[in-house]
């Protein structure tokens, strides 16, 4: 075993263990009493708000140059190969290195953890996401993978073209995947992140809509990397701010992952996905020439087999006309999820010397009570 290898497994806990400490501190967007939409959230207003969803983190923050880490997030805690979910993609705009999307196009199914990394580590991922599912046991027949890695480009702080994210960081973080409350902000995926010219990075939301209504829950999380003319609860924020697109060189990606326990098909999930993307439109974002955001969207309500004697699947689905109030929720859970990934980041330093401010939640706030969003 080279010294190498034996540091990044002595360092991988370290970072996972750094970051969750350091998200427990901080504010999200509710506790300022700031409140986006209508519904109400799930328990924990995260992703994992859906039943078996789990979410982990690898954050890798090393000497002045790297910032740089890995998201898993997993549907359901069962071999995700063998029991693939409903799933579907939406591109936004499609400048960016999304693996996996033609599989999931033309079958609709997910068979393994969703992955975000850097644009440069997708490859990487890929493969760590390859060994992880061959590695499982039920799995040993299998000849052909379709991993799902999504990415957005850290290179302002983080030393990219190092390609510091090993396999080992990938299978940490879908091995460190729990449930419950999710770490935002300067964490995984989005330690390197920059969002409207403010630090940007992992945020997540969740709603939980009434009984009268089916009683399903859509969480979303985010990788916020991306630029355009901030808005919060409609306040042109990044306009009073003095940092919006075209002004200043502001550009980038933005994943979105979207999970539901409603019993929904490919079809009505890419609808889903589609409604994703408004609530990253609510927010300012403006999808530009270079920016890679993709939104995907996986139900947890059944799983469909790999194998199988029975010719047919056979499940209850969710009407179009019963659908609608899912779209709202998706578009709710994907504006608070990126606003929550700004209140939860903090200003970072890194390669070349290059810093990118936090958000000045205070100055934002005090914009916010004058136009009366804060309730």
């Known amino acids: 075993m080279t010294f190498f290898y034996k540091l990044t497994l002595l360092t991988i806990p370290f970072f996972f263990v750094y970051s969750s400490l350091m998200a427990q501190s901080v504010k999200r967007t509710r506790d300022y009493g700031i409140k986006l939409g209508v519904l109400p959230t799930g328990q924990n207003n995260a992703i994992t708000d859906v039943p078996g969803v789990r979410v982990g983190h690898v954050t890798i923050r090393q000497g002045t140059t790297i910032r740089t880490g890995v998201t898993a997030i997993l549907p ?29 196009d033309e079958l609709g199914t997910l068979e393994t953890p969703i992955v975000l990394t850097n644009t440069l580590s997708v490859p990487t991922a890929a493969d760590a996401v390859i060994d992880y599912t061959l590695s499982q046991k039920g799995n040993e027949e299998v000849r052909s993978v379709n991993t799902v890695v999504g990415e957005t480009n850290d290179g302002f702080l983080n030393d990219i073209r190092g390609r510091h994210v090993t396999k080992q960081h990938v299978l940490e973080a879908i091995r460190a995947a729990k449930t419950g409350p999710v770490e935002e902000g300067n964490v995984g995926a989005g330690t390197g992140t920059v969002c409207f010219g403010f630090k940007g990075g992992i945020g997540t939301a969740s709603r939980k809509l009434p009984t009268s209504l089916g009683g399903y829950t859509v969480g979303a999380l985010v990788q916020t990397n991306f630029g355009g003319v901030l808005q919060i609860g409609g306040v042109p924020v990044g306009v009073a701010l003095g940092k919006y697109s075209f002004k200043e060189k502001l550009d980038g990606s933005c994943m979105m992952v979207i999970l539901t326990d409603a019993p929904l098909d490919a079809r009505n999930l890419k609808r889903l996905a589609k409604r994703a993307f408004m609530g990253l439109a ?89 136009a009366g969003q804060v309730r």
């Open 76 to 104: 359901h805690t069962g071999n995700l190969f063998q029991q693939k979910s409903p799933a579907a993609i939406y591109i936004g705009n499609g400048f960016g290195k999304l693996t996996g999307y033609s599989q999931i």
């Open 282 to 370: 609510q927010t300012g974002g403006i999808a530009s020439n270079g920016s890679g955001d993709y939104v995907i969207a996986v139900s947890t309500a059944y799983q469909i087999p790999h194998e199988t004697t029975n010719s047919f699947d056979e499940m209850k689905l969710l009407r179009n006309d019963n659908v609608s109030p899912l779209f709202m929720a998706a578009i709710e859970a994907t504006e608070e999820a990126i606003i929550n990934s700004l209140f939860a980041a903090q200003t970072m330093s890194g390669d070349q010397g290059h810093q990118i401010e936090q958000l000045p939640v205070d100055k934002v706030v005090e914009l916010l009570k004058k």
